[in-house]
């Protein structure tokens, strides 16, 4: 079964950092493109992050350079390293895997998502 | 950036009738487009991709049309289980973009 598993949520201080993990299976990350996509509470969805089978990464605006996706081949997880993080970066975040034969395409599966709450 | 706008953001809709929701890129997409659901407490389901291909598993109530900058998604005859929200997401252009969502509602 095609699955995702985010994990590494929680409650953290504007200015920190926190690593989000996403355990695959069924499939292997590496062969894959993957995003993260965030939302925060009662909001819609925003895309973050990808990174493709060959390495390269993007970034939206809103997280460049504070956020870096990643992966770990041999442990077929996906990863998202947050930093300085804001208040206004609450939300709950999905990995999810690309789909479609173009470097751009939809995206199935969706992990459960993981909370991660900036507070004071 | 490609702005994605859905309309209505709320649809009022009795259990058994059709339901018809928009959604309009700011530029052409082509093809492009997704459609997700998500029910409250869940992550998004893949409904519809390349505009009018249905995702396994997906109902066949549901369908997708339209190409270029105007897109619609159609529920035959409503049950219970899809009152939920919608939302279209494009991916022909970077940064992807969703919708800000369609909620439909118990009439």
């Known amino acids: 079964e095609v699955q995702l598993v985010e994990t590494g949520g929680g409650l953290i201080q504007p200015g920190g950092s926190l690593r989000l993990s996403c355990a695959a299976s069924g499939f292997t990350v590496s062969g894959n493109y993957m995003s993260w996509v965030r939302q925060a509470p009662g909001k819609g969805l925003e895309w973050l992050s990808i990174i493709y089978s060959g390495g390269s990464t993007y970034y939206a605006d809103s997280v460049k350079g504070r956020f870096t996706i990643s992966r770990d081949n041999p442990k077929n997880t996906l990863y998202l390293q947050m930093s300085s993080l804001r208040v206004e970066d609450t939300a709950v975040y999905y990995c999810v895997r690309g789909n479609g034969g173009s470097y751009l395409g939809w995206f199935d599966p969706w992990g459960q998502g993981t909370l991660v709450t900036v507070s004071s | 950036e490609i702005v994605m706008t859905q309309s209505p953001a709320t649809l009022p809709v009795s259990p058994g009738e059709r339901a018809t929701l928009s959604c309009r890129a700011s530029?052409?997409?082509?093809?492009?487009l997704a459609w997700y659901q998500q029910k409250p407490g869940q992550a998004p389901r893949l409904l519809i991709y390349g505009a009018s291909t249905g995702a396994t598993g997906i109902p066949a109530r549901f369908s997708g049309s339209g190409s270029g900058t105007e897109f619609t998604l159609t529920i035959s005859s409503l049950q219970s289980e899809d009152f939920a929200v919608y939302y279209c997401?494009?991916?022909?252009?970077?940064?992807?973009?969703f919708g800000q969502g369609t909620k439909l509602e118990v009439k």
């Open positions: 530029q052409t997409v082509s093809s492009n």
């Open positions: 997401q494009q991916y022909n252009n970077w940064p992807y973009s």
